[in-house]
């Protein structure tokens, strides 16, 4: 069995890798570079999420392990899949598992470890006959997309609460965008779709002035932990800057997304936050469809979070509960602070 690659090939590889602008299109590329490969049968990739999480009526924590596979279809219930069974049983101290060979000395499966990034555990899972060479040369590959993947992290995500940061925020929602602009909403209160937030810490000003910068970004951070915890999987969490987080919730009704924003609201006013004590949030909230620009649908959730800033805070608003009495000049006269 031969590997039948030459040394213009691995290059070929090389530059089709690292010319990719984001993580998304470098695992896409990366998921055809293995296509290419004859003795590979299936490939795939997943993102790794640990998590500990408190079950209903007891005090300690439970360890939670969430397997998802790349690219997230954000259309389909991922917590009704369960890929933990692939993983369950692996060392997750070594980068490599193999199926045990077979008289051959070949391996029917391998699975690659990706380790290191600010962003989750990363998964290659390979199906076909491999022997020893073909290993190395999968693990060579691995390395470089390894090396890839913590480049784009980097720059992709915040450094403080390790969410996906604004510029990811724009490729995200462009997405969702586009298929709802081949799929359109009849009726956007029942039907389940997309909506979007723009979630704002209450007075964080006076955070930072009464008690510094350090305890202003512990607050940060403790507020994009609580919600990772509070909202799904198939939901898209965003630093969007400052003291501004960004929630895209999927595969939800109206009355539905409204809950799910006021269950986080009221989870942040009930926490103790160190040293700083309770906080709340102000949410402005809209629906994502295809017909208008991603910036536009930005600036209505925009413009319902100054209307909830400006009628009591701690509060979600629905932009499009607003829009039929409010106009421009109203909400642009808000002072956040």
Not at 14 to 23: A, E
Not at 83 to 89: I, Q, R
Not at 137 to 148: D, P, S
Request: glycine letters at 4%; charged letters at 25%; one cysteine or more.
């Amino acid at each position: 069995m031969s590997l039948n690659l030459t040394v213009q090939q691995v290059f070929c590889w090389s530059i089709q890798l690292t010319v990719q602008q984001d993580y998304q299109a470098l695992t896409y590329k990366f998921l055809d570079i293995l296509d290419e490969i004859t003795w590979i049968d299936n490939s795939a990739i997943y993102e790794i999420y640990h998590h500990e999480r408190k079950k209903t009526g007891e005090t300690k924590t439970v360890p939670e392990l969430l397997i998802k596979r790349f690219p997230l279809d954000f259309t389909r219930n991922y917590e009704e899949e369960d890929h933990n069974s692939l993983f369950a049983e692996l060392d997750h101290s070594t980068d490599l598992h193999l199926s045990p060979p077979d008289e051959s000395g070949l391996h029917a499966w391998a699975i690659f470890s990706i380790r290191g990034s600010c962003g989750p555990e990363r998964a290659i899972h390979l199906e076909g006959a491999f022997n020893r060479k073909m290993i190395e040369l999968l693990n060579n590959l691995r390395e470089m997309y390894r090396n890839l993947v913590i480049l784009h992290d980097t720059k992709e995500r915040d450094v403080l609460t390790k969410l996906p940061n604004r510029q990811s925020l724009d490729a995200r929602l462009l997405q969702v965008c586009e298929h709802y602009s081949d799929y359109q909403i009849i009726d956007k209160s029942e039907e389940k779709s997309s909506w979007i937030a723009i979630l704002d810490i209450d007075h964080f000003k006076r955070v930072n002035d009464d008690f510094g910068h350090l305890y202003g970004d512990e607050v940060l951070l403790i507020f994009s932990q609580l919600m990772e915890k509070c909202f799904r999987y198939n939901d898209f969490l965003f630093r969007f800057g400052g003291e501004e987080f960004v929630v895209i919730l999927n595969l939800a009704s109206q009355e539905t997304a409204i809950a799910a924003f006021n269950r986080f609201r009221d989870v942040v006013a009930n926490y103790t936050f160190p040293n700083v004590g309770r906080i709340t949030v102000s949410v402005g909230l809209t629906h994502v469809d295809g017909r208008s620009m991603p910036t536009t649908q930005l600036d209505h959730a925009d413009k319902a979070l100054y209307y909830a800033k400006d009628n009591g805070r701690n509060r979600v608003v629905l932009y499009e509960d607003i829009s039929i009495f409010t106009d421009d000049n109203d909400l642009s006269e808000i002072e956040l602070f």
